[in-house]
């Protein structure tokens, strides 16, 4: 949620950049949004055995390095911006699908979808919950958006960590 929501006001706010403009960049998110979980679906199924874990986790990884990356590429230099816009959609969206197959992992058949609707309401918990972490964290200091990519880089790096301890 955070490059969502914030993302177009980090270009706003930081590069000063009219709507239009700011649209026009951050139209890299949605791309590689539409890419990533088909992608990933392919990867995991052919590369990997259906070991969704290390999808997530390879996934996870890259998305960290691309957001941290983000946020210390200055926003003038429009076209690294747009491509590392399109890594994070690609590959933390790229995430759903192996996501949600893996909660079928857990969980018997006849449960699949209440498993994957309880996944997706605590996504979205989570989506508010970063809404006031982000906002505070830019308040208390003033405007540090490095701050904020490294933030949600640490979040998906947790992650990370977590799908490693899987191994499913």
Excluded: H
């Excluded at 177009?8 to 791309?31: D, R």
């Excluded at 969704?52 to 429009?78: E, N």
């Excluded at 809404?131 to 701050?147: D, E």
């Amino acid at each position: 949620f955070f490059f969502i929501i914030w993302i177009p006001l980090y270009y706003s706010e930081v590069g000063g950049f009219p709507l239009e403009k700011v649209a026009l960049i951050c139209l890299a998110l949605p791309v590689g949004m539409s890419f990533g979980p088909v992608v990933a679906g392919w990867i995991s199924d052919k590369f990997f055995k259906a070991k969704k874990y290390l999808v997530i986790v390879v996934f996870l990884s890259i998305s960290a390095i691309s957001t941290l990356t983000l946020g210390f590429v200055p926003v003038a230099k429009v076209t690294w911006n747009g491509i590392l816009l399109f890594l994070v959609g690609f590959f933390v969206y790229g995430l759903q699908g192996p996501i949600y197959a893996l909660s079928a992992d857990f969980v018997g058949r006849d449960q699949i979808g209440t498993a994957a609707g309880i996944m997706n309401s605590a996504s979205y918990i989570i989506g508010a919950l970063q809404g006031i972490t982000i906002g505070t964290a830019l308040t208390l200091s003033k405007g540090n958006w490095r701050l904020a990519f490294t933030l949600v880089a640490i979040i998906q790096l947790i992650g990370t960590g977590t799908a490693w301890k899987i191994k499913r």
